[in-house]
């Protein structure tokens, strides 16, 4: 007689996403199971299908000098539809939120400003671990980018907060804004000029500071390597909620930051995931199933401004 291994409800058995993440110019989809970590390349035209299991877990958090991620020791539930992916505890001890929330006052890195653009009207400033390269301005779907200065923690954060005081770029933008402008982005001479001309309004704001000012890097453009050329599709279905037994299946485009295209075998048009919304479901492989059990939102490009002149 075979006796069943001992079983632990309060554990997830199965693999636990957390979401999407992009490393040495690459973007990867991650899931954890306890302590091994599974990784796979997002290759454009590879077709995928999870079967989402719940309840929604918290996927712990990085540590302070750790290399890799610590498991939720409370393997706690988190909400199903919210944003938070870590349950309180995890966020407590989490060091990138205790770097964004000005926890941190020095770790001894060194860092990057950054000027990121993102649409018309909209540029980002903020600042990544200069060991971390572009990683991070590709994770956030910045459009286009330029460093901007470089230095310890304490001076380029002193340099972000003035920038930002001075209305020429904001610290942070919603998700939806931003994806609202992927059908719209004008071409990359133009956006290359933008960023110039911000990087050098930039210096002259930081004129003073003890930061290393950086005219000479290129603006980097990634518009072309997230699939954007033409522009988001004319029509998509973005998935705004997620629950237990819902299917994810289509055929991968580009990533863009952190959102996925999912082509759909019925020619419906393409789904938008953003991971995070996948990130503490436990994620079973399935094959030949159709997405379902999915709550979508209908996006359609708007009309371009009519500029005709009026003829009275």
């Known amino acids: 007689m075979t006796v069943p291994a001992p079983q632990h409800p309060d554990r997830p058995a199965g693999w636990v996403s957390t979401g999407l993440s992009w490393h040495e110019g690459r973007a990867l989809l991650c899931a954890v199971r306890g302590a091994r970590v599974h990784e796979r390349a997002v290759a454009p035209g590879t077709q995928v299908g999870w079967l989402l299991g719940g309840p929604r877990r918290c996927v712990g958090a990085w540590l302070a000098g750790a ?6 020791p409370h393997h706690a539930v988190v909400d199903p539809g919210g944003s938070a992916t870590q349950c309180p505890a995890c966020q407590s001890v989490d060091r990138g939120l205790a770097l964004a929330r000005d926890q941190i006052l020095d770790d001894g890195r060194t860092y990057l400003l950054y000027l990121a653009w993102f649409g018309e009207g909209l540029l980002k400033v903020g600042l990544t671990a200069e060991q971390r390269g572009d990683s991070r301005l590709l994770e956030q779907g910045a459009l286009a980018y330029a460093f901007t200065a470089r230095g310890g923690l304490p001076a380029v954060r002193r340099a972000e907060l003035t920038v930002a005081a001075s209305g020429l770029a904001r610290e942070r933008y919603k998700s939806r804004l931003k994806t609202d402008h992927w059908w719209s982005h ?9 960023l ?5 309004r ?7 500071h003890a930061v290393e000012l950086l005219a000479d890097r290129p ?15 004319e029509t998509y279905r973005e998935v705004t909620g997620l629950a237990a037994g819902a299917v994810i299946a289509g055929t991968l485009r580009p990533p863009v930051g952190r959102h996925l295209f999912l082509d759909q075998p019925d020619g419906s048009g393409p789904l938008l995931l953003d991971t995070r919304r996948l990130t503490g479901w436990t994620l079973t492989p399935v094959a030949g199933r159709a997405s379902a059990g999915l709550v979508l939102e209908e996006r359609v490009r708007p009309p371009e401004p009519d500029t005709q002149e009026a003829l009275f």
């Not at 290399?67 to 939720?72: A, G, H, V």
Request: negative net charge.
């Open 219 to 233: 603006v980097v453009d990634h518009v072309e390597r997230y699939g954007l050329a033409d522009g988001a599709p």
């Open 196 to 200: 110039t001309e911000a990087r050098a």
């Open 67 to 72: 290399t890799e991620r610590t498991p939720c």
């Open 202 to 208: 930039a210096h002259r704001l930081l004129d003073g």
């Open 186 to 194: 004008g071409d990359a001479p133009y956006r290359r000029a933008v």
